[in-house]
């Protein structure tokens, strides 16, 4: 099916035949991304009195039961309800099927090389992904206007789909990184990495604060009206060439704050 989309007073036209799933596929009962060691996810027959049901042990069809850590095992969406009491759903924040994308691909640096802040003391050595760095690759594409912002870091092994991050640290967001999207008008933030925010940032999740409206990180109120969304655990494979894209962030209407998705990169047709 070939689309025509209208943006930014341009036409562009995508065809939905080709299309990039940058989604890691969920293998319940093989290799799967972990995040703080949670339990990896399983899927299960669903087990009455002595009966399991699935057509291996006998029955006529299978009935599936599965156990899965939304935020920690793989690509999710997550929307402000993350981090408020408020029930918001993400699925509430998904208001179009295209969102006009862009591709980076970023090399996180040293925190001693950028002059940004983050909201708690961490090392000279830790990998960021700081401002200058976005902002040198943002530049010459900001004419496309995007809402959604796909980052890819290096280096980026097929392997990283299922790295356990206890054993490979992942990099992060700088504050000042978070401030400069924001003031792009980035939306959505689709992102290879298990959190924006450090691993172990004392609890506080300053980034996603900032993403979400929230000026004083440790006092302040968070924007509840915000329909912004942050994609974790994606993977975009290195064929994917930076540039422009139109995204589609596939999720099932989970009343939750964050929901298994699906998020699908399509290159315009010129």
């Known amino acids: 099916m070939k689309l025509v989309i209208k943006h930014n007073d341009k036409t562009y036209k995508i065809d939905s035949k080709y299309s990039s799933d940058i989604s890691i596929p969920?293998?319940?009962?093989?290799p799967q991304p972990n995040f703080y060691n949670v339990e990896p996810g399983t899927l299960k027959p669903l087990k009455i009195k002595n009966k399991l049901f699935s057509v291996k042990h006998g029955m006529s069809c299978n009935v599936f039961e599965a156990k899965f850590n939304i935020h920690c095992t793989g690509t999710h969406t997550e929307c402000v309800g993350h981090l408020t009491e408020h029930n918001i759903s993400v699925s509430k924040c998904i208001n179009n099927i295209f969102f006009p994308t862009l591709l980076l691909t970023i090399a996180p640096i040293n925190f001693s090389g950028?002059?940004?802040?983050y909201h708690i003391k961490i090392n000279n050595?830790?990998?960021v992904i700081d401002k200058k760095s976005l902002q040198s690759s943002f530049e010459h594409?900001?004419?496309?206007k995007p809402e959604a912002l796909?980052?890819?870091t290096t280096p980026n092994p097929k392997n990283k789909q299922f790295y356990s991050y206890s054993k490979n640290t992942p990099p992060f967001f700088t504050n000042d990184a978070i401030q400069f999207l924001i003031k792009q008008n980035i939306k959505h933030l689709i992102v290879d990495l298990p959190s924006i925010d450090r691993m172990d940032d004392d609890g506080i999740l300053g980034n996603?604060?900032?993403?979400?409206?929230?000026?004083?990180?440790?006092?302040?109120?968070?924007?509840?009206?915000?329909?912004k969304t942050i994609t974790e655990l994606a993977y975009i494979d290195n064929f994917f060439k930076d540039g422009f894209y139109f995204l589609n962030i596939s999720i099932p209407n989970f009343q939750c704050d964050a929901a298994p998705s699906r998020p699908i990169l399509f290159s315009p047709i010129y």
Do not use: A, P
């Open 125 to 127: 050595n830790e990998l």
């Open 208 to 227: 996603h604060r900032i993403f979400w409206g929230q000026n004083n990180i440790t006092n302040g109120k968070i924007n509840l009206k915000s329909k």
């Open 150 to 152: 796909v980052i890819r």
């Open 114 to 117: 950028c002059s940004d802040k």
């Open 141 to 144: 594409l900001k004419i496309f």
């Open 26 to 30: 969920y293998n319940f009962n093989g």
